[in-house]
């Protein structure tokens, strides 16, 4: 009756590799040995070619898209206030279109014409291009202007520097990164040829 409901795990990993270096000093206690075993890991750093910052452009639009586009509608928006109260309207208007047509697509997820027919990127390069001409005929072209001008390079930047959050590091010799989400094959691939 007393363990009850509890059962007691057999530990199935190998205890860790001895310390190659005989000046390290030996950890003392659990304390110690968390601050011996921690490490700090830094999303941002410069991709060493051009390709590679191609390549990490495009995955961040992808990830990022929404909070990108975003970004620069809060920008757009703050600059409509206090001038331009219709083209304001307009932008809020669209927006809700926008919302809306998210909402259908994440409500029929099996709809053949709304998936496979009609492109989403389409639509939404549609509704960008109204939202811009809406802007440029009520005369916040300007404000459309400097709005792209002075937030796609901030977008740009994060793209270029932001190498990527879904990964962690191996116990290897290298610290060879395997990525945190995808399929467990690849993982166990990636974890096999590291070790």
């Known amino acids: 009756m007393a363990n009850y409901g509890t059962k007691q795990r057999i530990p199935t990993s190998s205890p860790p590799p001895a310390s190659t270096d005989p000046h390290e000093p030996e950890p003392k206690g659990p304390q110690e040995m968390f601050y011996a075993n921690f490490q700090v890991y830094c999303p941002i750093n410069i991709p060493s070619t051009s390709e590679a910052a191609g390549v990490r452009i495009m995955r961040n639009i992808g990830s990022f898209g929404l909070y990108y586009t975003l970004f620069v509608w809060i920008?757009?928006?703050?600059?409509?206030?206090?001038?331009?109260?219709?083209?304001?309207?307009?932008l809020v208007i669209m927006t809700y279109v926008t919302t809306v047509y998210c909402?259908?697509?994440?409500?029929?997820?099996?709809?053949?014409?709304?998936?496979?027919?009609?492109?989403?990127?389409?639509v939404l390069a549609l509704l960008a291009v109204a939202t811009a001409v809406q802007l440029i005929l009520t005369e916040a072209g300007i404000h459309l202007a400097v709005t792209l001008a002075s937030s796609v390079p901030l977008v740009l930047v994060h793209a270029?520097?932001?190498?990527?959050?879904?990964?962690?590091?191996?116990?290897?010799?290298?610290?060879?990164?395997?990525?945190?989400?995808?399929?467990?094959?690849?993982?166990?691939?990636?974890?096999s040829a590291a070790v």
């Open 160 to 191: 270029v520097l932001w190498a990527n959050f879904d990964v962690f590091v191996v116990e290897s010799g290298e610290g060879e990164l395997v990525p945190l989400t995808g399929h467990e094959e690849s993982v166990a691939e990636n974890y």
């Open 103 to 122: 909402l259908i697509l994440r409500s029929f997820p099996n709809s053949v014409v709304l998936h496979r027919i009609i492109d989403k990127r389409v």
């Open 75 to 90: 920008i757009l928006f703050i600059t409509l206030i206090p001038e331009r109260k219709v083209s304001l309207i307009l």
